[in-house]
């Protein structure tokens, strides 16, 4: 496998060009040279794509320029070859030919949709703008015979398990497997249930050969004048052909993803009546769900791209666990909150952290948040007397009330969360009930022996702990300790964490059942 990265220089290509940019996908290597882009595809097979030999890498660069001119015709230019030289490796160069690209007119950069994302510029005209476009590219585009098939329910069932079996492996790493579980089992049961749903959208025309990719990675706007959307699928008729609901669910739930919920509804709203598609809304969560789990297994296969960096993977798999995340929210998931809570040394964090790692909740540590609120570093110690400086009252309910912001923050966008802190007083674990009740809710109440904890506090001396906790901060604690008869039965789960007992899986068991 060639490192096209690493091979092509300015010298590569026809007019030497003053600026030569590289991006790497999970299957392509793009090139932007001044005012043109070179895109060649990896040689790489993943089940739903092959571009393993020459020959298919030449069809697919021509499908994809035929297919993309639909809706970017003057974007397009066509397929060229590249030549291994004497003086290296050519392009535009039919002398020795060993790979093609597809060679385009660059788009203007501050045009991107994934820019104007980030600058939180995205307005109504802009979707208003998408939607003018794909009104009468979807009344125009293929189908019936050859295509109408793509949206029978054996399909769609065999799209949504090749996803299910293809992440299979990451779970535990990407999402968890109760989620996973859900997810599954959700998906399953809508795609039964809504046979009558799937055969009416193919009867009524509603099948199409449309983009296959409709999200913001794939948009760029010109000056609010132009919308050029490109990049469709061309590598599987499967992915490109469906449902024009599938494409519609993507560029919304890409929508959610970055945060514009309310443009978002604004998109699907303005199609629907535009486009008269008004069982649109009737399948927008199941496709919305499975446009995010198609994200998060790219998220996924780009973590295990040995040709990326260290840190690169790392982002792929957290945007993963991000778009996994999404999923189960279409799916009707709930997301989960674990107050971990008890006395300073009675093994909170230590237990938190390990439900973090095993259900990769997000882990929110009072030690930390109240730090950060003054600017110091999590291991920096304060040895405050009791409810003094930083642990005072006033301090202390600023902290909390972070921590809900935090966590509500998290749980709006699908993540599990552990708040980690004393929550002696009722006052704040009130707070989590009345403030965060959309979410599952579980106090898990840490108690130890004296003489362990004491025994703890002695270990932590030697160690770089976050915590400023000491015994006589234990001692003060216990005094004022309120009784947590406030929160109910089925949602209260008391450990003893002094215990040799396999606490992780205990409570795995109470929370999950299984």
């Known amino acids: 496998m060639i490192n096209w990265a690493k091979e092509l220089k300015k010298e590569s290509f026809p007019i030497k060009p003053k600026e030569l940019t590289v991006i790497q996908t999970h299957i392509s290597y793009v090139f932007v040279v001044d005012e043109t882009v070179y895109k060649i595809k990896k040689p790489v097979n993943f089940g739903f794509l092959d571009f393993t030999t020459l020959e298919l890498r030449k069809l697919y660069c021509e499908k994809e320029v035929e297919l993309n001119r639909r809706l970017c015709p003057d974007i397009y230019l066509g397929v060229v070859p590249i030549s291994q030289t004497s003086e290296g490796y050519k392009l535009e160069n039919s002398e020795n030919i060993v790979e093609y690209a597809v060679k385009m007119n660059r788009l203007p950069e501050n045009g991107m949709m994934q820019k104007i994302l980030k600058e939180r510029a995205l307005t109504e005209k802009h979707i208003d703008l998408i939607v003018d476009l794909l009104v009468p590219f979807y009344k125009k585009a293929k189908t019936g015979r050859g295509v109408d098939e793509h949206g029978s329910i054996d399909t769609i069932s065999f799209n949504t398990e090749e996803n299910f079996s293809q992440t299979e492996r990451f779970v535990g790493r990407a999402l968890n497997k109760w989620r996973y579980n859900e997810i599954v089992n959700w998906t399953r049961a809508f795609i039964r249930e809504s046979r009558t749903l799937f055969e009416t959208r193919i009867k009524e025309g509603f099948i ?22 490109f990049d469709c699928i061309e590598f599987n008729e499967r992915f490109r052909c469906g449902d024009v609901a599938s494409d519609i669910a993507f560029l919304s739930m890409d929508l959610d993803f970055h945060g514009y919920r309310e443009l978002s509804e604004y998109f699907v709203k303005t199609y629907v009546e535009k486009s008269g598609d008004r069982d649109l809304p009737k399948l927008l969560n199941f496709y919305k769900c499975y446009r ?27 945007e993963a666990q991000k778009y996994f995340d999404l999923a189960y929210l279409y799916a009707k998931g709930k997301p989960k909150i674990f107050v971990v809570f008890g006395l300073s040394g009675t093994g909170k964090s230590t237990l938190a952290r390990k439900v973090s790692e095993f259900t990769l909740a997000e882990w929110i540590p009072s030690d930390i948040v109240r730090k950060s609120l003054v ?21 202390t309910e600023k902290t909390y009330k972070k921590m809900i912001e935090l966590a509500r923050e998290s749980l709006m966008i699908g993540r599990d969360v552990i ?38 506090f002695m270990k932590r001396r030697e160690s770089e702990d976050i915590s400023d906790a000491r015994w006589e901060i234990y001692l003060a604690q216990k005094e004022k300790f309120e009784q947590p008869d406030e929160i109910p039965e089925e949602r209260l789960i008391k450990l003893d964490t002094s215990e040799q007992t396999d606490l992780i899986e205990f409570l795995i068991k109470r929370v999950y059942g299984k």
């Open 208 to 229: 199409r050969e449309g983009h296959g990719d409709l999200y913001s990675a794939n948009i760029c706007f010109d000056n609010l004048k132009k919308v050029y959307i």
């Open 292 to 318: 995010a789990y198609v994200r998060g297994k790219i998220g996924c296969f780009t973590s295990e791209d040995t040709a990326l960096s260290e840190e690169k993977r790392k982002e792929a798999l957290k």
């Open 375 to 395: 600017g110091i570093a999590p291991t920096e110690h304060h040895y405050e007397p009791f409810e003094k400086g930083i642990y005072s009252k006033e301090f």
């Open 419 to 456: 708040l980690d802190a004393t929550f002696r007083e009722r006052v704040f674990r009130e707070a989590v009930l009345k403030e965060l009740n959309f979410a599952d809710v579980y106090f898990i109440w840490c108690t130890a022996e004296d003489s362990i904890v004491k025994e703890r």
